[in-house]
C-alpha cells in the first residue's frame, strides 16, 4: 500500500541542543510503535551528560540507572532491549514514544530524520543541512576536546566511585568551552517550518536506514 502525505517537519536552533520535529513519527509508516527507535541504542556524549547535569540531574540518574550499560571513559550507551523480533530503546514507551525531550536527547535522536522524508534534497532548505552538517562536526571535536581535559586531570566515566566527582569537573569544562558557539551556528535562523509532500509506503518497505553506495 502506498499514500501520498503531507509531512510537517520543524527545524529548531537551540544550539548544541537543537534538533529536527517531524509529525510523521506520531503515526510512523513502519506501524510497529516504534519506528527508528527499535534500532537505536543512544549514546551520551560529554556535551549531552555535561548539559543534562546541569539542567536535568533527574535524567542523569535516569540514564546511568539502565541495565546494559556501555560506560566508556567518555560516554555511555543505552544499550536497547530485546522486543518480538527487533529491538526497542529503554526510553522509547508504546504510548507516547520517546519519554525524554527532544532536546534531552542525544544528537542522532534530536536530528535524524528517516531516509524516506529526505529533506535533504530540498534545495531552499539547503541552509539547515549546512547547519546541521556544521553543528555535527562542532560537536564531535567539542566533545573530544572535553574528553581529553578530563582523562588529562585523570577522569573517567567507568569509576563509579568518582563519578560525581568527573560530573563536577565536567560541568566547569563544559561552560567553559561553550562560552561563544561557532558563528554560522550563531546565524542561523532560530526556527522555521516547512511542509514536504511524500509518497509513503508501509511496514518494513518504509525505509528506516541510509543506504551505503
Ligand atoms: S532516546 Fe528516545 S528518540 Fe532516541 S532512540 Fe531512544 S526512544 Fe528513540
Known sequence: MKAVQEIRLRFLNHGLRSYIEVDLCRECPRQDDK?????YSPVFYSTDLAYLALHRPDLVDLIFSQPHLTILDASVTVNNAIDGDSYRCRFHQLEGGCVLEQENRESVC????????????EEDLRPWRQFFELLEDYE????????ERLQSQGFTLRDPDTRLEYFEVLKKIYLEETQTLPEPILAQAAEEERCLIRTLSYGEDWELFYKLR
Open 35 to 39: 519506528g527508528c527507535c527499535g534500532h
Open 140 to 147: 564531535i571535536s567539542l566533545n573530544q576536546r572535553i574528553a
Open 110 to 121: 534530536r536530528h535524524f530524520v528517516c531516509p524516506g522524508i529526505g529533506w535533504q534534497q
